[in-house]
């Protein structure tokens, strides 16, 4: 079974930008770095509802 990937450009942008702000900001928390990144990149709900849980449990999600 294949893992599951980002599809949209914008959730491809908001995964590397939180990247970025991680090692910028490492005491930065999962949930306000998702909640500025689907704002940054202008994310729908389930975009933002995939990042969120990328960010919090990546294993979880390359199934």
């Given at each position: 079974?294949?893992?599951?990937?980002?599809?949209g450009?914008?959730?491809?942008?908001?995964?590397?930008?939180?990247s970025?702000?991680?090692?910028?900001?490492?005491?930065?928390?999962?949930?306000?770095?998702?909640?500025?990144?689907?704002?940054?990149?202008?994310?729908n709900?389930?975009?933002?509802?995939?990042?969120?849980?990328?960010?919090?449990?990546?294993?979880?999600?390359?199934?």
């Open positions: 079974m294949g893992s599951i990937s980002p599809q450009e914008n959730l491809k942008k908001a995964i590397s930008w939180i970025e702000q991680r090692l910028a900001n490492p005491d930065q928390s999962d949930l306000i770095l998702a909640e500025n990144a689907a704002i940054r990149f202008d994310l709900p389930d975009d933002s509802e995939f990042l969120l849980r990328f960010i919090k449990e990546p294993d979880s999600i390359n199934n």
